[in-house]
């Protein structure tokens, strides 16, 4: 008995970002997609606890926990305990999510085990309470159930689902070495300068709703890009010339490294890919929004 849940990476497509919280946290206002690049996790029965990851080539799976510190299974004691229920499983994870490229890959998987485990054991744990238990594990694991396009706020972990027409064509170009997010928001917070509460971008929500995919490659925004640059100026410097290959825009993912081309057809960002291809640049072409954490088989 097994089930398959595959579960999208995410962009912030508007990442604001504020002071440093009391309880370390940074206030957010931001956009979250979810693109077409994916981890799957199948979870079977078992008496104890297990995990196994195995990773598409571009994928480099050294710092992943094999045991009981990754985050699926903390997902899954967290659903049991929700439930007050004592079980365990056995997980499968196939990453094609790059691991701490600033796509949430970790955040995916945590959200895929919650998905798996309630359909396994037949828990039927209500959308509201699934949302409350991702929070508990991650700033983004909520997005993850989700995916589409939506507004996170909070932390990031509160999402309400927001109006999307654009079709996005992303191309993903991943990094080598990743980045830490804690290090990227220590280094932001020594950046100084006004870090006033983040606000809506309400003309980046304008720009989705209409499906005017010019007008949202115009305002796409990172409050951690140079933070991330300048912890990482190889960064920097990926990214001027990026920005020749001629897309519509270039952006950082998240608190980085991976980077983001945008474009408003198939056509347009395949170019682009077979001009990195030239560069002997790695891609990944991922199509957005796609939806969040789904089930997708059952043996
Ligand atoms: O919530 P999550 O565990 O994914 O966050 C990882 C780290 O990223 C936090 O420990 C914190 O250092 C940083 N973070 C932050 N503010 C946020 C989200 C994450 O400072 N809103």
Do not use: C
Request: charged share 15%; aromatic share 4%; glycine share 10%.
């Amino acid at each position: 008995m097994t089930v398959t849940v595959r579960v999208p990476a995410k962009i912030n497509l508007h990442l604001g970002v504020g002071a440093p919280r009391p309880d370390g946290y940074h206030p957010l206002d931001t956009v979250y997609q979810a693109i077409g690049l994916y981890d799957d996790v199948t979870a079977s029965p078992a008496e104890e606890w297990s995990i196994h990851t195995v990773a598409d080539a571009h994928v480099d799976l050294t710092t992943v926990p094999a045991d009981a510190d990754n985050i699926a299974i903390k997902a899954g004691l967290a659903l049991a305990a929700h439930h007050g229920i004592a079980r365990a499983a056995h997980l499968e994870v196939h990453k094609g999510i790059p691991v701490a490229g600033g796509l949430a890959g970790g955040s995916a998987d945590a959200a895929a085990a919650l998905v798996a485990l309630d359909r396994l054991w037949k828990l039927d744990t209500p959308d509201e309470e699934l949302l409350a238990i991702a929070a508990t594990l991650g700033s983004d694991v909520p997005f993850a159930l989700l995916g589409g396009t939506a507004h996170g706020t909070g932390r990031g972990e509160r999402v309400a689902p927001v109006e999307d027409h654009a079709d996005l064509w992303w191309v993903v170009v991943p990094h080598e070495i990743g980045l830490s997010t804690p290090a990227v928001y220590r280094h932001f917070d020594t950046l100084g300068g006004e870090r006033p509460d983040p606000e809506t971008p309400h003309d980046l929500l304008a720009a989705l709703a209409a499906g005017d995919v010019a007008a949202v490659a115009g305002v796409l925004g990172n409050d951690l890009q140079p933070a991330a640059y300048s912890l990482r100026p190889d960064l920097a410097e990926r990214h001027e010339l990026l920005v020749g290959l001629g897309a519509l825009a270039v952006l950082l993912s998240g608190s980085g490294p991976t980077q983001l081309l945008l474009h408003d057809s198939a056509d347009a960002a395949r170019a682009s890919a077979g001009r990195l291809g030239e560069l002997g640049i790695g891609h990944v072409l991922a199509p957005a929004p796609v939806a969040g954490a789904t089930v997708i088989s059952y043996a």
